[in-house]
């Protein structure tokens, strides 16, 4: 019950598992963003809460989780109240434009941004910008497409079909827009980007052990979503690892900084993560 890629850091160990790359990638998230004791934390998109569990339980902070899904909001409530964690994490059922309880010493978005719609990019980053303290850190996690090819260049097999097919079953309202034009949007809100990485690989194996995970429980998912959907969630799956190998959709990490007013940003000299 984790959103987005995980961060695979152990190599070709056969007792490192999807659980543990996961784990990994919360670690590495809440050191990109400095989290320390009794700082705040917003996680805009929490899913089913699992980083903001991480980000209270490892670093002491307090943590607010949105998500527009009752489902995934019960789900995570039950999780926080079982771990203790009830007095630290708050997770809300509201849309990110209706958070106004900032200022936030950090924020993070993970796996939401794909479904803003281009459109929408001015006031997502003018929003998060205006909930941070100055110095508050921004780690924007979300898939990328490439850039369109120059005119006169052959079309990449696959891509149309394959776009249609999400946006018919799994995604109707995402899009995916290059990684140039997320840094140059937040900018455009008030950031200054600092970092900058790309996991498209990471991304492409934790597909393969989701769909190993579906296959391996087959009758189990078809009991609980049906056949129809069970299969085409394989098959997204499926599909979108191979997109990641061959380049054609990416997910990168943009870390990002309001600074303060004269110009500080209070980033390490030295990058540690």
């Given at each position: 019950m984790v959103?987005?890629?995980?961060?695979?850091?152990?190599?070709?160990?056969?007792?490192?598992?999807?659980?543990?790359?996961?784990?990994?990638?919360?670690?590495?998230?809440?050191?990109?963003l400095?989290?320390?004791?009794?700082?705040?934390?917003l996680d805009?998109?929490?899913?089913w809460?699992?980083?903001v569990?991480?980000?209270?339980?490892?670093?002491?902070?307090?943590?607010?989780?949105v998500?527009?899904s009752q489902?995934?909001?019960?789900?995570?409530?039950?999780?926080v109240?079982?771990?203790?964690?009830?007095?630290?994490?708050?997770?809300?059922?509201q849309?990110?434009?209706?958070?106004?309880?900032?200022?936030?010493d950090?924020i993070a978005s993970?796996?939401?941004?794909?479904h803003?719609?281009?459109?929408?990019?001015?006031?997502?980053?003018a929003?998060?910008?205006?909930?941070?303290?100055?110095?508050?850190?921004?780690?924007?996690h979300q898939i990328?497409?490439?850039?369109?090819?120059?005119?006169g260049?052959?079309?990449?097999p696959g891509?149309s079909?394959?776009?249609t097919?999400?946006?018919a079953?799994?995604?109707?309202d995402?899009?995916?827009?290059?990684?140039?034009?997320?840094?140059?949007r937040l900018?455009?809100?008030?950031?200054?980007?600092?970092?900058v990485?790309?996991?498209?690989?990471?991304y492409?194996?934790t597909l393969?052990?989701?769909?190993?995970n579906?296959?391996?429980?087959?009758?189990?998912?078809?009991a609980?979503?049906?056949?129809?959907?069970?299969?085409?969630?394989?098959?997204y799956?499926?599909?979108?690892?191979?997109s990641?190998?061959?380049?054609?959709?990416?997910?990168?990490?943009?870390l990002?900084?309001?600074?303060?007013?004269?110009?500080r940003?209070?980033?390490?000299?030295?990058?540690t993560v």
């Amino acid at each position: 019950m984790v959103y987005s890629c995980a961060y695979w850091t152990g190599g070709d160990d056969p007792s490192y598992t999807l659980e543990d790359a996961q784990r990994d990638k919360h670690e590495m998230i809440c050191r990109k963003l400095g989290l320390e004791e009794g700082m705040r934390l917003l996680d805009v998109g929490c899913g089913w809460g699992s980083l903001v569990l991480h980000a209270a339980r490892e670093y002491g902070v307090t943590a607010v989780g949105v998500t527009l899904s009752q489902a995934q909001a019960e789900f995570a409530k039950r999780r926080v109240a079982d771990a203790g964690l009830g007095g630290q994490v708050e997770v809300r059922v509201q849309d990110w434009r209706d958070v106004d309880d900032g200022p936030y010493d950090a924020i993070a978005s993970v796996g939401m941004a794909e479904h803003l719609g281009a459109q929408m990019w001015p006031e997502y980053a003018a929003r998060l910008y205006d909930l941070l303290v100055p110095s508050g850190r921004l780690l924007n996690h979300q898939i990328v497409r490439a850039p369109k090819r120059r005119a006169g260049s052959s079309p990449e097999p696959g891509r149309s079909h394959s776009r249609t097919f999400i946006d018919a079953y799994v995604f109707p309202d995402g899009e995916l827009i290059p990684v140039a034009d997320v840094t140059s949007r937040l900018e455009q809100g008030g950031f200054e980007v600092r970092d900058v990485q790309n996991l498209r690989e990471h991304y492409s194996r934790t597909l393969r052990a989701w769909v190993a995970n579906i296959e391996g429980a087959w009758d189990r998912a078809v009991a609980l979503a049906g056949d129809p959907r069970a299969r085409v969630w394989r098959l997204y799956m499926t599909g979108s690892a191979l997109s990641f190998d061959a380049g054609r959709i990416g997910i990168h990490q943009v870390l990002a900084v309001r600074r303060n007013t004269d110009g500080r940003s209070d980033m390490p000299m030295v990058r540690t993560v």
